[in-house]
């Protein structure tokens, strides 16, 4: 009797092998959770940011401001130094005059307009409004040499509303890290406006340009030192040294 052949076992089909999976790819911009956590780290590191300007009162800040244009708070702060006890009040910077005032911010880039804007603004606010700073946009923005930046930056600084003036550092650092992308400053001002958390919105100002001016510098940006780097959608980040 002739023995039946062993069953060969059948060979399991061989399963295609799957290319490994490719990271996800992130947005060029930041989603609301990383906004978040931008700012709480922000916060957490600088609880009460505030201006560099030097300032007592707001007639003082819009003066420091209108002369910050095109120049530093460093040297604004060095002139204002020893303006403020001669003049900080619009009557007595009329009294100084234009070629009084001169004497003390020659030291800062266009000085003579700036000088006729101090002395211009001066006379509108004891003729409008009595010798004080209206906490009102459009009727800082009539007074001459005060743009939307400046009256922002009033508006915030000395009264306390959540405006956000953006100026060429908190331009950088919000298209290079993805958090308000805008081709313009008004783009990215009324981006910013709707994508930050409201408990974090009066202050963003100062965080923003105080981490452009020190961490997200222009040239050459400390991102191994930055403490959102990680959230950053900048892809030219200086690497570790």
Known sequence: MKKAAAKTPARA??????????????????????????????????????????YSTPYELLVAVTLSAQATDVGVNKATRR????????????????????KYISTIGLYNAKAANVIATSRLLIERHRGEVPRDR?????????????????????FGEPTIAVDTHIFRVANRTGLAPGRNVR??????????????????????????????????PACPEC???????????????
Not at 16 to 32: C, D, F, G, H, N
């Open 187 to 220: 783009e990215v001002e009324d981006r910013l406006l709707k994508v930050v958390p409201a408990e974090f919105r009066l202050d963003a100002h100062h965080w923003l340009i105080l981490h452009g001016r020190y961490v997200c510098k222009a040239r050459k």
């Open 83 to 102: 303006l403020f006890p001669v003049a900080n009040t619009p009557q007595a910077m009329l009294a100084l005059g234009e070629e009084g005032l001169k």
């Open 138 to 158: 459009e009727a800082l923005e009539a007074l001459p040499g005060v743009g939307r930046k400046t009256a922002n930056v009033v508006l915030n600084t000395a």
């Open 227 to 241: 403490v959102i780097r990680d959230l950053c959608r900048f892809p030219d980040k200086t690497p570790a040294p």
């Open 13 to 54: 089909a061989k399963k295609p092998i799957s290319p490994p999976a490719k990271p996800a790819r992130r947005s060029k911009t930041l989603s609301p959770a990383e906004i978040r956590e931008l700012f709480v780290r922000l916060s957490e590191l600088n609880p009460k940011p505030t201006t560099e300007l030097v």
